[in-house]
């Protein structure tokens, strides 16, 4: 799996770089540039190996690769912003907003949203039914009743009475993490017009065991490990998995959860290798 | 002209009200309803009109003017922000950050750029390559070369030692309301798959014509007609096309512009009549 994400970090980061070098100079597209460079690429993995699972090739599955970390790297800046988040640090480095100004994140993260849609133009995707299947999914799994609903969601929680139920946090994070991450495993039957639902019931299980992996580190993790302030949620007083399974709850629902998504992958058989070593890495990481 | 603009308002209007009931409920959609209500809706006009003249029926167009005022909605929400222009009215109302928050004010501006292109995948929009061709469009017209751009121009403005010259504040304001009055324009050529050039140009003159008013009706404008803050440029000491021209000078220039978007609808004879009227209307209003 190492490798083969490596080749998928230096291609998706050639091929933004690539799209950025297009734009007119200045602030905006250096914050973009900023944003987009770094990262697990965890969702660009997903879109390669599942694209890869289907017969498609890197070089038709890589702008949507690409798109899918630019949407992603745009909510990661808004989401930080002092009237969402809050946060100062991502990435071990200074937020968008930090340095620069929140006006310049604002508008790097709105543009990284139009690059995102643009990019799943690309010619190289395939034919003109298959590109409209993926942006229409997208625009779904990324608006209004998918990641961005999540997140208002999750800023409503912050001001509501009562902390939120497992239910309720488990629907939030469907929305906020989950419906980009079904996305992005989604790509490869989507391009090839093949059935999408083992491949959705894996990431449904990964998005979720990815989520509970992120809580329990922000408990133990430290912040020289991973980058950004840990913590935070329970100085927030917030409901996570944590406090509401308890550290071992917490994780025995993500492995379980990781025998779900390696199961969904039966159909695949040992093609599926990598995604299922994704699946274990996510709730083993360290970051 | 009038008869069809409030014929086209009110078909917007409800397509927009029908995708939004699909949303699920909360701040989040309510606020994006604030958003999307009301308006000169001319960029709809734009779409409709632009459609009629290559014989694409309303029917077709109309996700395409829903489009272009949910992607508008959105910039109006982000360019109010606090961090940005610090608007608190619009139409007359309280802006979204102003009635909501902050938060809600980023995420309702997202999904809505989200929304747009979603609408843009509408099947009744017509063949898959017609509807590729206008997301790739719109996607460069909104994002890091486009509007966006222009926006961050003009925050930059904000900042800069020198008032911006002529030349640097035409080619702001093409980017931050001319590339999306452009791609409304367009978008019948665009769909019938037919040469843009005469809307193009059409729209290039508007655009700038409509930016010149609007520097003029913050001049010589009220809040009680126009429905938001006027003076502001002056207080804020930004060059504006009347610091630059003088307010005749302005005038003069605006009147060229109509003149010069006139003669690029003379491919179209009299077909083009409510083009023309709005034309005409953009430098005449005073709202």
């Known amino acids: 799996m190492q490798a083969r994400n490596d080749a998928v970090k230096a291609l998706v980061q050639q091929a933004l770089d690539a799209v950025l070098a297009g734009f007119p100079g200045g602030e905006l597209r250096d914050a973009m540039a900023y944003a987009v460079t770094g990262g697990k690429r965890i969702r660009a993995f997903l879109v390669m190996e599942s694209a890869r699972l289907h017969g498609v090739s890197d070089l038709t599955a890589l702008p949507v690769a690409a798109a899918v970390e630019a949407l992603h790297a745009y ?10 988040d809050d946060d100062d640090l991502r990435r071990g480095q200074p937020t968008v907003h930090v340095k620069w100004s929140e006006a310049t994140a604002i508008l790097a993260g709105d543009a990284l949203q139009s690059l995102a849609f643009e990019l799943l ?6 034919d003109a039914a298959a590109r409209l299947r993926l942006i229409r999914a997208f625009a779904k799994a990324v608006g209004a009743e998918g990641m961005v609903w999540g997140q208002a969601l999750d800023i409503a929680a912050e001001v509501a009475p009562e902390p939120l139920d ?12 989950g419906a980009l991450i079904r996305f992005a495993a989604t790509a490869g039957p989507l391009i090839a017009d093949a059935d999408p639902a083992p491949l959705d019931r894996y990431a449904q299980a990964l998005g979720l065991a990815f989520q509970i992996a992120d809580d329990i580190l922000d408990v133990t993790g430290s912040e020289d490990v ?5 913590g935070k949620d329970d100085a927030a007083g917030k409901a996570t998995f944590v406090s509401l399974l308890g550290l071992q709850g917490a994780r025995d629902r993500a492995q379980a959860l990781v025998t779900d998504a390696e199961s969904a992958l039966l159909p695949y058989g040992e093609a599926a290798g990598n995604l299922r070593e994704l699946a274990r890495f996510v709730i083993e990481r360290d970051t």
């Open 75 to 84: 909510s990661l800046v808004h989401d930080d912003l002092p009237a969402m």
């Open 121 to 126: 133009t690309h010619d190289k995707i395939g």
């Open 166 to 177: 497992l239910d309720a946090i488990t629907q939030l994070q469907g929305g906020k993490t």
């Open 226 to 230: 991973t980058g950004k302030r840990v």
